[in-house]
Nanobody, 126 residues
Framework: QVQLVESGGRLVQAGDSLRLSCAAS????????MAWFRQTPGKEREFVAA????????TYADFAKGRFIISRDSNKNTLFLQMDSLKREDTALYSC???????????????????WGQGTQVTVSS
C-alpha cells in the first residue's frame, strides 16, 4: 500500500524559507515521477514542481522558478520542496503526489497522479 506523508508546513513571514518533506512508503520513490501541488480554498489544485524517476529531469511552474527546488533522497525514500523568498500568495495546502506507473516524462496535471498525501499547510504572512 502506497502512503505519502507530508510535513514541514507552518506559519512564516514573507521572505522566509521553508523545506517541505514527503515521506513515501509502500513503493520505491525513485522509480516514479513525483510532484508537488498546492491548493487554496475554492480553487483547483495547482502544479508546483515535479521530478522525473531518474532524478535528472525537473520542471517547475512559472511562479516557482528561481525560488523553489524539488529534490529527493532515495536512501530515505523522501521527496523535498525547498521554498525560498516566500510570498503571501504562496499560502496554500501543499501536497505531494506519485505516478502509478513509470512515466518517461514528468507531467503537470493533477488528474494524472494516482497517489496523494494529506497535505501540509504553508501560511505566509506579510
Amino acid at each position: 500500500q502506497v502512503q505519502l506523508v507530508e510535513s514541514g508546513g507552518r506559519l512564516v513571514q514573507a521572505g522566509d524559507s521553508l523545506r517541505l518533506s514527503c515521506a513515501a512508503s509502500g513503493r520505491t520513490l525513485s522509480y516514479y515521477v513525483m510532484a508537488w501541488f498546492r491548493q487554496t480554498p475554492g480553487k483547483e489544485r495547482e502544479f508546483v514542481a515535479a521530478i522525473g524517476y531518474s532524478g535528472r529531469i525537473t520542471t517547475y511552474a512559472d511562479f516557482a522558478k528561481g525560488r523553489f527546488i524539488i529534490s529527493r533522497d532515495s536512501n530515505k525514500n523522501t521527496l523535498f520542496l525547498q521554498m525560498d523568498s516566500l510570498k503571501r500568495e504562496d499560502t496554500a495546502l501543499y501536497s505531494c503526489a506519485q505516478a502509478e506507473s513509470r512515466w518517461t516524462a514528468v507531467r503537470t496535471e493533477a488528474s494524472e497522479y494516482a497517489y496523494w498525501g494529506q497535505g501540509t499547510q504553508v501560511t505566509v504572512s506579510s
